[in-house]
C-alpha cells in the first residue's frame, strides 16, 4: 500500500498479542484496518486461507458491502492496526485519491489470488 505513510503517526495504532482475533466470521462489521506490523491470519470455517503483511488492510471488503465479514482475523504475531471506521474510510478517499487507487489494487490482488486457488483446487 503505497499510502502507508497516512498512518506512520498514528495516535490510535493498537498492539495485539499474538493469538488475538481482530474480528470473527459472521460478525458484523463497523470498521477496516491497516496493518502496520506483524501478520495477520484469515481465517474461513477454522482453515487458514492467507496470510495478511504489514501495510496492508484487513476488513476492508465486510465494510465495503455493509455484510458480516466472510472470515476472521486472528494475530499469527505481535500486530499494530490502526482502525477505520466508515466516515474516516469517505475522508481518506475524499482527501488522498491515492488511498482509494490502493484500496482498489489489494482487492484485485486478493481476487487474483482467490482465482489461482480455486483453479488450482479443481484441476483447471
Do not use: W
Not at 17 to 46: H, P
Not at 89 to 115: G, K, Q, S, Y
Amino acid at each position: 500500500m503505497k499510502t502507508i505513510h497516512l498512518f506512520d503517526n498514528a495516535s490510535e495504532a493498537v498492539l495485539m498479542t499474538a493469538g488475538t482475533t481482530l474480528f470473527e466470521q459472521d460478525s458484523l462489521a463497523n470498521l477496516m484496518y491497516v496493518l502496520l506490523e506483524g501478520e495477520i491470519a484469515i481465517v474461513r470455517d477454522y482453515q487458514e486461507i492467507a496470510t495478511i503483511q504489514p501495510g496492508t488492510l484487513v476488513g476492508e471488503m465486510a465494510i465495503l458491502e455493509h455484510r458480516p465479514h466472510y472470515a476472521s482475523a486472528v494475530a499469527k504475531t505481535e500486530c499494530t492496526v490502526v482502525s477505520i471506521s466508515p466516515t474516516r474510510f469517505r475522508f481518506l478517499i475524499e482527501e488522498t485519491p491515492n488511498f482509494a487507487m490502493d484500496v482498489m489494487e489489494i482487492m484485485a490482488e486478493r481476487l487474483h489470488l482467490m482465482d489461482r486457488r480455486m483453479a488450482l483446487s479443481t484441476g483447471c
